[in-house]
């Protein structure tokens, strides 16, 4: 039988105009989860997508349990990175349970994929060691690049959803405000909240600057303090 969810392989594959994003975004805040958290040693992660999360968590944490509900991304998963430690389990978000407690959660870049993410992040809280810490990231509805396509008339809706968005499974955007709702819904404080990328131009007019590496750790660095502008939004939440 057919897992619906397996129509979206296609956005993972390394075959997008939107990877030049993906491996911005997805290699730079993983890292910044590990910094935080050091001395944890175990992590509970949602989502395999591209694999460069996973690949990079694993390596800062003893125990790396992630899930996903796709056979054909696990096994994309697998066949790119055959040698990481992470346990992958096949399983959806809102079915999951286990008596297991971890000292992270890391919910990266699926929130928009849900249905229902109030109840995902609500869902999670008793799967936190007492004092553990949850990181969800978000795309951004008003990243720089679409607040100048929208003033320019390029965009008449910043939430509208792009051909793009739809092949990932999108079913939303997030702006800061939206994103702090859902997690005060969810029963939740917001402990940190940053930004993850800077982009001020179209992914078609950065990838044709030829940007250096050192001017895409800038837009990394700078946009850690303008969360409302950035391409992605990372919040650090603890439960009530």
Excluded at 63 to 81: C, E, M, Q, T
Excluded at 98 to 126: C, N, S
Excluded at 195 to 210: C, D, E, F, M, R
Aim: with cysteine.
């Amino acid at each position: 039988m057919t897992n619906a969810l397996d129509n979206h392989l296609a956005a993972y594959t390394g075959d997008n105009l939107y990877d030049f994003d993906n491996q911005i975004l997805l290699n730079w805040y993983p890292p910044r989860i590990a910094a935080l958290c050091e001395g944890a040693s175990s992590l509970l992660e949602l989502g395999l997508g591209h694999g460069y999360t996973t690949s990079i968590l694993s390596k800062n944490f003893e125990r790396h349990l992630v899930l996903d509900g796709s056979p054909a991304v696990i096994a994309n998963f697998k066949a790119a990175y055959p040698d990481c430690p992470a346990e992958v389990r096949e399983t959806y978000f809102e079915v999951f349970d286990t008596g297991e407690r971890f000292d992270v959660i890391v919910m990266g870049f699926i929130l928009e994929h849900v249905d229902d993410p109030v109840q995902i992040m609500a869902a999670y809280k008793k799967l936190l060691k007492p004092g553990g810490r949850m990181f969800v990231a978000v795309p951004n509805a008003e990243v720089l690049n679409r607040r100048l396509g929208h003033l320019a008339g390029l965009l008449p809706d910043m939430q509208a959803l792009s051909a793009n968005d739809h092949l990932l499974g999108h079913q939303r955007y997030y702006t800061v405000d939206t994103l702090k709702a859902d997690i005060d819904r969810a029963g939740y404080d917001v402990a940190r909240l940053e930004g993850i990328y800077l982009k001020p131009l179209t992914t078609s007019q950065l990838v044709a600057l030829n940007l250096s590496g050192a001017i895409i750790r800038s837009l990394c660095e700078v946009g850690i303090n303008y969360p409302e502008l950035s391409c992605g939004i990372l919040a650090e939440i603890t439960p009530r």
